[in-house]
């Protein structure tokens, strides 16, 4: 296999978090999207499926992300190994927004994620001064996704029975939020 840049960061399977960073997509970045976004496993508790064919992957750099408001790559040493994504609401909703996460499975279990997500809250709330609750809603059996998020000091405020309709299936969902008066670790 190649050996690259994000690689030589996961010596003996270790990541220096220092080398995570967050930063626009880019349609450069096709390959590195394609390894999470072709992967069931990472898929699995997201609503869409997984990606079979690169000119989907094309498509979505170049026509979904220019018009999400705010998406971002994971990157280990500026390459990216997933993206995560705040979704903002207008009107009486828009004191929250909608935070999202995914990483390529051969990069879990290292803090990537925590530590993306700790970067998206030391800087969301002072890019959006109107924003006064990150919210993130996950799956009762994504386990990691809900230990990622306490990890980030976010609070578990409760289970939502039958909220969400994933992939023909009605699922219960646990609700965190941060808010912006909370401590951000
Ligand atoms: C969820 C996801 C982003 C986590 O990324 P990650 O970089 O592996 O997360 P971290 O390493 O920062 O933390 C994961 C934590 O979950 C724990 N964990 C993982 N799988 C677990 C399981 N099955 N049961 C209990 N804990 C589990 C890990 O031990 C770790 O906690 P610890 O540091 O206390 O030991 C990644 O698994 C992913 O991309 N999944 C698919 C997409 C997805 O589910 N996105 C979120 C949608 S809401």
Redesign the pocket.
């Given at each position: 296999m190649e050996s690259d840049s994000s690689e030589s960061y996961m010596k003996n399977g270790f990541v220096e978090l220092s080398h995570i960073s967050l930063r626009p997509l880019e349609l450069s970045d096709i390959d590195d999207f394609m390894v999470?976004v072709s992967d069931p496993?990472?898929a699995?508790?997201?609503p869409w499926e997984s990606y079979t064919n690169k000119e989907d992957g094309i498509n979505y750099i170049k026509t979904k992300v220019p018009q999400h408001p705010w998406f971002r790559a994971i990157c280990v040493n500026n390459r990216p190994v997933?993206a995560t994504s705040v979704r903002p609401n207008s009107g009486n909703d828009m004191c929250r927004a909608e935070l999202?996460?995914?990483?390529a499975?051969k990069?879990?279990?290292?803090?990537?994620?925590?530590?993306a997500v700790k970067i998206v809250t030391k800087t969301i709330f002072d890019e959006w001064p109107h924003l006064e609750r990150l919210e993130?809603?996950?799956?009762v059996e994504?386990?990691?996704?809900q230990?990622?998020l306490e990890?980030a000091g976010f609070k578990r405020e409760g289970v939502l029975g039958k909220y969400f309709i994933m992939k023909g299936s009605t699922k219960d969902m646990v609700v965190f939020s941060l808010l912006s008066t909370d401590p951000k670790t």
């Open positions: 999470w496993k990472v699995r508790f997201c997933g999202g996460y995914v990483l499975s990069y879990w279990g290292k803090g990537i994620a925590t530590q993130a809603v996950v799956d994504n386990v990691a996704s230990r990622v990890k």
